[in-house]
């Protein structure tokens, strides 16, 4: 755990040190701000814009994080040829690759608080603010994790720019699994139903962590709904990150 930890730390401090995240950031504040001069020329209720744009900026921009960043860590290190004196020390590569998983995700928080933090600045000063908006962010940051670690597996075995396409791919049909469902009763053979089953099932179903729309105009939220999502997120992240560290443990950088 100590050796996760000091990876995971060096990390971080390479992350935020990486124009990109500030970029990144950068942009998602300047978004929100602008959700204001959005609302004036957009029909509908000025709540419900802000607060809309706010979440999808955090969602968007969040992503965009975890996916450049999270497929430069283990890519990086390839390209330097400084795995090889990594692999070449007392450290397990499986120690290796979760260090580089949890300094994302610290840096994830760092970057998901901070858009928070203005976001409510933005809903405070119009009056807008509302609780239940900290339960959407937090299943969005937990949409974020499982990204995090599917970019990570891309990276461990393929190049920055396929990886980078795996992961954005990836993240638009996790969002649109559910039509996989519909394909499923529309499609007559039993072969073709059979892969519509498999796919909706082998994919990652995104449209879990996403309550944006019942959060901004007010819908009832399951009471289960955080704790599925969260054991979602553990054991389906869970599963990606092994199948990594099983696939860098197997690579030869001899």
């Not at 419900?48 to 860590?73: N, P, Q």
């Not at 290190?77 to 397990?92: A, L, N, Q």
């Not at 908006?133 to 891309?154: G, K, P, R, S, V």
């Not at 009763?185 to 519509?196: H, P």
Request: contains cysteine; glycine residues 6%.
């Amino acid at each position: 755990m100590t050796r996760i930890w000091a990876i995971a730390s060096n990390t971080f401090r390479e992350a935020i040190r990486d124009r990109i995240l500030y970029l990144l950031l950068v942009f998602a504040l300047l978004f929100m701000g602008f959700s204001q001069v959005l609302s004036l020329l957009t029909v509908g209720g000025e709540e419900k814009i802000i607060k809309d744009v706010g979440l999808a900026s955090i969602s968007l921009f969040g992503v965009l994080t975890s996916v450049f960043i999270g497929v430069a860590l283990v890519s990086k290190e390839i390209e330097r040829r400084t795995i090889y004196t990594i692999v070449s020390k007392p450290i397990h590569r499986y120690e290796f690759l979760l260090g580089k998983y949890c300094g994302l995700v610290l840096t994830l928080l760092v970057n998901t608080s901070v858009m928070t933090a203005w976001f409510y600045l933005i809903l405070f000063l119009k009056g807008f603010a509302d609780p239940r908006l900290l339960l959407a962010i937090a299943l969005i940051f937990m949409e974020l994790l499982l990204i995090t670690a599917f970019a990570i597996l891309f990276s461990s075995f393929s190049t920055p720019i396929l990886s980078t396409l795996f992961s954005l791919s990836l993240y638009l049909v996790g969002h649109l699994t559910w039509s996989l469902h519909l394909l499923e009763e529309r499609v007559r053979g039993s072969g073709g139903r059979a892969i519509c089953r498999f796919l909706y099932f082998a994919l990652p179903n995104l449209e879990i962590f996403n309550i944006k729309t019942e959060v901004v105009h007010q819908l009832p939220i399951p009471a289960t709904l955080p704790l599925w999502a969260l054991l979602y997120m553990a054991g389906y992240g869970g599963a990606v990150l092994a199948t990594a560290c099983i696939i860098l443990r197997r690579r030869d950088f001899t």
